[in-house]
């Protein structure tokens, strides 16, 4: 007997109304995930298409949600899991670091939208760091 593949949850009805309370437009949520269109957040909600778990973990984030809640009522954080384990891996060295570097890169954008001039001082010395670490690009 083979194993069971993990079930396949569609997110278009959760992720439409989270997407909605947060005051987000299907734009807005396209632009802080880094898509380049809006076409895609409104394929998932019309449940055309399903994202990959990373990507279900990083518009959770800028959500504010757990990824559980975008897969409606009654989804365990344990079936997320399952749903990750099945994915096939997207780094060759193990596990993916995009999930991480996508959360990271969503709670920076957070705090960035909450800034005001009394911040810049701090921005410009992270974006200084940023530059010298990577050379003066």
Not at 9 to 16: N, R, S
Not at 89 to 117: C, F, I, S, T, W
């Amino acid at each position: 007997m083979s194993p069971r593949p993990p079930r396949r949850l569609p997110v278009g009805p959760a992720l439409a109304a989270l997407r909605q309370r947060a005051g987000l437009t299907q734009a807005d949520l396209a632009e802080r995930l880094g898509l380049l269109s809006p076409e895609t957040i409104s394929r998932y909600e019309r449940g055309e298409r399903e994202p990959r778990v990373s990507s279900l973990r990083r518009i959770a984030a800028v959500l504010g949600v757990a990824p559980e809640e975008l897969l409606g009522p009654g989804v365990a954080p344990e079936e997320v899991h399952a749903l990750e384990v099945a994915e096939p891996v997207g780094h060759p060295y193990g596990a993916d670091p995009a999930p991480e570097l996508e959360r990271l890169k969503a709670q920076v954008q957070a705090e960035l939208d909450e800034m005001d001039q009394d911040e810049l001082p701090l921005l410009r010395a992270l974006v200084a760091g940023l530059g010298a670490r990577r050379g003066g690009r």
